[in-house]
């Protein structure tokens, strides 16, 4: 039996393609999607990059959570990493869900040590829910999804 060629698609990939391209963004969303986008891409590039700066606060949070000083420019590295994949829009929803994937552990971090709860151990929630509010806002093929949206 012969597979299909690499330039195969079947009716339901057509079919969502077309249903994605044809969704407007209303410009409301568009633009709020995109503040709350640029603010949390500005935070993470600037934990990332004093975190590769090895900075001496940066330094004794990480011994307080219990993580070697060797360790800081590799976590600052993957967050920088998973923040350009996020920044860039077509892997854009693929680096939310690595960048949620990295705030979990952060969370876990934060109450392994046992921190506040509301005020640290959570904060990385509050801003994973700020990186995909602001992606659904400003990109169509999330909403494609929304079973409470017509």
Known sequence: MLSPGPNFRSKEDKVME?????LSVP??????GRVISVIVILFLLFDSVVKLMKLAPVKQACLELGYPESLIVPIGALLLIC???YLIPRTSIFGAVLL????GG?????????NPLFSQALFPIYFG??????????DARLRVFNPFES
């Open 129 to 138: 829910a700020l990186i995909w509010v602001g992606l659904y806002l400003r």
């Open 27 to 32: 410009k409301w969303k568009l633009w709020t």
């Open 100 to 103: 949620t994937g990295y705030l």
């Open 83 to 85: 923040t350009v994949v």
């Open 106 to 114: 952060a969370v876990a971090s934060q109450v392994r040590v046992g």
């Open 18 to 22: 077309s249903a994605v391209r044809t």
